[in-house]
């Protein structure tokens, strides 16, 4: 028989002997002689742990959505369907069952989707619970600046699809991703708390790293050991940190990272409109970006980025203040309309126009005013910030723990869903191979693929933050002559469209 088979094969019958018996019924006090550990381990675990440890395959620490994205696809998955996994979180929305009711005007926290993370959760079976309950499509989108000089419009059939993206709240894709593992038979513990120290043993040595004196470092089993602040321990092969920006888990595991705030805030809320709103609209002012995304009915949602202190003016405003500050930083605030183009009619393009995108044809567009707040604002400082390792011995870090960015194009959390997903086809990779999935080099496989298309996405990103962040003569025509490149030049504009619809790993013609 082929080796390879074989080696599949031993893996295989390895997690298919997983005990069905759900560890979530009977912890505290899991049955140690069941813990499904790799065969060169098992031996050294059972020695060294009591009987009231409590064993887990992955604890994943931090049950936000894209920790809920890794266990909603380690629950659909054949081969990681059969592990037994801890999500630490004191969030009472993994208690509780969400009631979102539709009378209710939508949260202020959204996230704008793209298509790529729509099809991993396609794939994973959880889409169907987001169409269940608010979202927005939107096949358009427009983004100018305030000195009048350009502006560019993006449309789906630019790219021969139905929509550039889909905003949705945040509720809704936790909720998703909650139901969609729910309704399997996955074996998990939800322990409602957070990660206090954490020890983990490397081979020769140990690191440890506790917040309290009284943890006592497991350094001979081959398991990370984790203390939660009700008190309670338990035991992993793979810790996961999905536990946000200000990660304990990176923290715990000595993971460096490189950053910088920037020094502006987001002020974000709900508002409404007299008519229904499906464009998704941008425009950079000498301050920051404001973006007008819509959410449902005759509801839009606003992301206002400005320095800290306009943002804690805004947030103070009385409502009707506040009305007329977004509508005039919507419309003719800070500078005029943009005409059609740079050179007035656009033909320094038509060379590369034979081929022109439908949308290039179209006008620029004043968008739809605001007549409500529909929400309370709230407002959350910016940073830059990655992790120089994804990976150690039996850690993985995901989502905003590995890197924080700007919301400017609103791709942080569809970044973080790219990386759930990744990580856990390399943990089936490990288990059908046989390996056991804390080793650092099979954990390596993830960050190589993870971490140069999140560098490539923070760089650009940050690129736009300062390009659209100076007001200075030169450098507004330059903006300008790129809002026109983007919206004449067909190719560019197909690009773009794909590379921030995450279908085009890398921002280039094509
Ligand atoms: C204003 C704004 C607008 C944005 N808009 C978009 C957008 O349109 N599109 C987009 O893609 N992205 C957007 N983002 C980014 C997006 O919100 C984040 O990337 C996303 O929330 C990160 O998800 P996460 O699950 O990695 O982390 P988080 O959402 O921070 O979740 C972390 C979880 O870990 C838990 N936790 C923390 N510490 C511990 C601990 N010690 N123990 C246990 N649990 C712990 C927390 O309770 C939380 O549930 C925006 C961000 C901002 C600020």
């Known amino acids: 028989m082929n080796r390879t088979i074989a ?8 997690a298919l002997r997983i005990p069905r018996k759900a560890f979530s019924s009977q912890a505290p006090g899991n049955d140690v002689s069941s813990v499904p550990t790799c065969p060169s381990h098992e031996h050294e675990v059972k020695q060294n742990l009591k009987n009231d440890d409590k064993l887990y395959d992955v604890a994943i620490v931090g049950g936000g959505m894209v920790g809920m994205a890794l266990a909603c696809s380690l629950a659909r998955m054949p081969l990681t369907k059969q592990l037994n996994v801890a999500i630490i979180d004191s969030n009472p929305a993994l208690q509780n069952k969400l009631i979102i009711k539709k009378e209710d005007p939508p949260d202020p926290r959204v ?19 987001v169409l269940q309950n608010r979202h ?3 096949d358009k989108m427009q983004v100018w600046d305030y000195t009048g000089l350009g502006y560019t419009r993006y449309e789906a059939r630019d790219i021969n699809k139905e929509a550039l993206g889909c905003v949705v709240e945040n509720k809704v894709l936790h909720y998703a991703l909650l139901s969609c593992m729910q309704n399997t038979e996955f074996q998990k513990t939800i322990y409602s708390s957070r990660l206090t120290s954490m020890a983990v043993h490397r081979s020769s040595s140990s690191t440890r790293a506790d917040s309290t004196s009284s943890t006592t470092l497991h350094n001979q089993g081959n398991l990370a050991k984790l203390d939660l602040s009700d008190g309670s321990s338990l035991y ?19 993971f460096k990272t490189t950053g910088w705030s920037y020094p502006q805030n987001a002020i974000i809320c709900t508002v409404e409109h007299t008519v229904e709103n499906q464009c998704a609209w941008q425009r950079f002012l000498p301050a920051g970006p404001i973006a007008l995304l819509p959410i449902g009915d005759k509801f839009s949602n606003i992301v206002w980025t400005m320095s800290p202190k306009e943002a804690s003016d805004c947030n103070s405003m009385k409502e009707d203040d506040f009305i007329k500050a977004v509508n005039h930083a919507l419309d003719y605030g800070y500078g005029p309309h943009p005409k059609s183009s740079l050179l007035g009619n656009g033909d320094i393009f038509s060379w590369l126009r034979a081929d022109a995108t439908s949308s290039a044809k179209e006008s620029f567009e004043i968008p739809p005013k605001v ?3 529909a929400s309370a604002r709230m407002v959350f400082p910016l940073s830059l910030k990655h992790a120089n390792d994804y990976a150690s011995k039996r850690v993985a870090l995901i989502g905003d723990a590995a890197h924080t960015v700007h919301p400017l194009a609103g791709q942080g959390v569809n970044m973080g869903f790219e990386d759930a997903f990744a990580l856990s086809k390399v943990i089936a990779e490990g288990i059908a191979v046989g390996t056991d999935i ?42 300008a002559a790129a809002f026109n490149g983007a919206h004449y030049i067909s190719p560019l504009k197909r690009s773009i469209i794909s590379y921030a619809s995450g279908e085009q790993k890398l921002p280039l013609f094509y």
């Open 136 to 138: 927005a499509f939107f």
């Open 236 to 254: 992993a092969k793979l810790v996961v940190g999905s536990d946000g920006g200000k990660s304990r888990v990176r923290e715990l595991a000595g």
């Open 7 to 14: 080696r599949r094969l031993a893996a295989n019958a390895y």
């Open 111 to 129: 996230s704008t989707v793209t298509p790529a993370t729509i099809s991993l959760f396609n794939d994973v079976g959880a889409w169907e619970y």
């Open 371 to 373: 007549v409500k707040l």
């Open 438 to 479: 804390g080793e650092v080099s099979l954990l390596k496989k993830y960050e190589a693929e993870r971490k140069p298309a999140n560098i490539m996405m923070m760089a650009v990103l940050d690129g736009f933050q300062k390009a659209y962040s100076v007001d200075f003569g030169p450098l507004n025509v330059l903006r």
